[in-house]
T-cell receptor, first 113, second 116 residues
Framework: KQEVTQIPAALSVPEGENLVLNCSFT??????LQWFRQDPGKGLTSLLL?????REQTSGRLNASLDKSSGRSTLYIAASQPGDSATYLC????????????FGGGTRLMVKP | KAGVTQTPRYLIKTRGQQVTLSCSPI?????VSWYQQTPGQGLQFLFE???????NKGNFPGRFSGRQFSNSRSEMNVSTLELGDSALYLC???????????????FGAGSRLTVL
């Protein structure tokens, strides 16, 4: 059974810092990995999707990497801003019917002004 | 372009009752999936529908059911509610059934169910 773990569970940093969020998964036979952002009381916003054949994806100040063989992904946020405060979730898909995602528990990020 | 719309946003039920939640996907999206989010278990996959057919189902009891209509709108139903069913129920839609870089899931804001 696929299990996804995110470390740390919570993180508080001052504005401007670069930070790394970690995601690990137990079964390397994934089809893709996604990072999402969730604001309090809201739904999820997809940030980045990495196919299993890819090593990384970038969008603005966000960069996600994937090491499938070791079962790890990292989300790098450059020059953090208070507006980045949210819960970040990673999720893996085991087949190309990518709606059936297994999620990690999330990292709750607070960026202080 | 309207996003994924879920109704109702909030509802309170008592144990033993049943509830129906509705999801309207983004126009043109034919794939709809449902997730349950609780503080203890996190986000868990419930089921996925594409072209009115259930394609995948998560590990939930038979009290949880769903369906999709010809216009791609979806409903999920929970019968004989239990306290543990209190959760945020999230619906997500996608253009097609299969995954590609541009075919990402778009989530709605959720329906928060409280069971007393």
């Amino acid at each position: 059974k696929q299990e996804v773990t995110q470390i740390p569970a919570a993180l508080s940093v001052p504005e401007g810092e670069n930070l790394v969020l970690n995601c690990s998964f137990t079964d390397s036979a994934i089809y893709n990995l996604q990072w999402f952002r969730q604001d309090p009381g809201k739904g999820l916003t997809s940030l980045l999707l990495i196919q299993s054949s890819q090593r990384e994806q970038t969008s603005g100040r966000l960069n996600a990497s994937l090491d499938k063989s070791s079962g790890r992904s990292t989300l790098y946020i450059a020059a953090s801003q208070p507006g980045d405060s949210a819960t970040y979730l990673c999720a893996v898909s085991i087949n190309n019917a990518g709606n059936m995602l297994t999620f990690g528990g999330g990292t709750r990020l607070m960026v202080k002004p | 372009k309207a996003g994924v719309t879920q109704t109702p946003r909030y509802l309170i039920k008592t144990r033993g009752q049943q509830v129906t939640l509705s999801c309207s996907p983004i126009s043109g999206h034919r794939s709809v999936s449902w997730y349950q989010q609780t503080p203890g278990q996190g986000l868990q996959f419930l089921f996925e529908y594409f072209s009115e057919t259930q394609r995948n189902k998560g590990n939930f009891p038979g009290r949880f059911s769903g369906r999709q209509f010809s216009n791609s709108r979806s409903e999920m139903n929970v019968s004989t509610l239990e306290l543990g069913d209190s959760a945020l129920y999230l619906c997500a839609s996608r253009l097609g059934h299969l995954t590609s870089g541009a075919n990402v899931l778009t989530f709605g804001a959720g329906s928060r169910l409280t069971v007393l």
